[in-house]
């Protein structure tokens, strides 16, 4: 299973800066996680003003920070 992992900073302070990942509800392909990924990762962004998407990518659900 993937995870859409979006890197975010703060707006009113570009260095705090940290991943957030947002959990796919089936079971995709790497190809298809990145084709859905756009609304979810839209929807986020609308949902947290204060944050800003400098990146995105899908991975493993259980990956971890590195």
Do not use: K
Request: net charge neutral; glycine share 4%.
């Amino acid at each position: 299973m993937f995870a859409i992992i979006v890197s975010v900073c703060l707006i009113s302070d570009p260095a705090i800066c940290h991943d957030e990942r947002i959990p796919q509800r089936v079971s995709a392909s790497p190809r298809q996680c990145m084709m859905s990924a756009v609304p979810y990762v839209a929807q986020w962004n609308g949902e947290h003003p204060n944050w800003r998407v400098v990146r995105w990518r899908c991975g493993s659900a259980d990956e971890r920070d590195i």
